[in-house]
Structures are given as C-alpha cells and as structure tokens.
C-alpha cells in the first residue's frame, strides 16, 4: 500500500518516489526534510540519514533499479540505477539486505548526475 510521496533533490536534478508502508519508511518521513552529502558507490547513490532500524522481512540484497532502500548496517539511504561492484547480473547489488520503502517513479538513471560530495535533499512531496 502507498504511504508517501517524498522528492530527493540535488544541483543537476531531482526524483520523486513513492513508499511504502513500512515502519522504516514511517522512521523517515516523520524525519523529513533531510540535507546530507551523497556518496556514489558503482551506480548507487547513497547517503546517511538521522534514522535507525532493524532489518526488516522482506529486506532485499538484490533489488530492481530504482529501489529506494534503507542500509541499517550505515544509517543510509541507498538509491540504486544500474550496477554496483559487487553485481553479478544486470540489477543492482547492494552491499547487504537492506529495507525496501518503495521506488522511484519514472526513470532511475537521472540519479546518475548525483556525484560524490553533492548535497542532497529528501522532503515529503
């Protein structure tokens, strides 16, 4: 079930999601708006947010593009496009399990403008 909208802007661009309902998704919304430095890691964009969670049931490791997940283990989101380095298909691999809140809407490779050190910003929509 849908439970928010959220933006996720940058300098070069911006992407809107949709969550859902989940208790990590709930931790980050009632965290909202958020400002943080993104870091790139292979075709994943991932950044630490003021929120903290266990590991969910249905926490994924390998996930579609554009699958906004919550890294417990790093406090971090994780906005996977494409490929990371420890792929072994076409999908993304994350480093471990991690929450699966919801999904980019549209197309997920505009994160690929997202560069290392860029400030990021998370808000409802």
Not at 58 to 63: H, L, M, S, T, W
Not at 76 to 96: D, H, N, Q, Y
Not at 102 to 108: N, Q, S, V
Not at 114 to 125: K, N
């Amino acid at each position: 079930m849908n439970y928010a909208r959220i933006k996720i802007s940058w300098s070069k661009g911006a992407a809107n999601a949709t969550l859902e309902d989940t208790p990590t998704a709930r931790a980050l919304v009632a965290a909202l708006p958020i400002s943080a430095r993104a870091q790139t890691w292979g075709e994943e964009v991932y950044f630490e947010i003021p929120v903290t969670a266990k590991l969910e049931a249905g926490a994924k490791q390998v996930v579609p593009p554009g699958t906004v997940c919550f890294w417990t283990e790093g406090n971090s989101l994780a906005l996977p496009w494409g490929r990371t380095p420890i792929s072994e298909g076409s999908e993304p691999k994350l480093v471990t399990r991690c929450n699966v809140l919801g999904k980019i809407d549209g197309e997920a490779r505009q994160l690929a403008s997202v560069r290392s050190g860029d400030s990021i910003t998370v808000s409802l929509e």
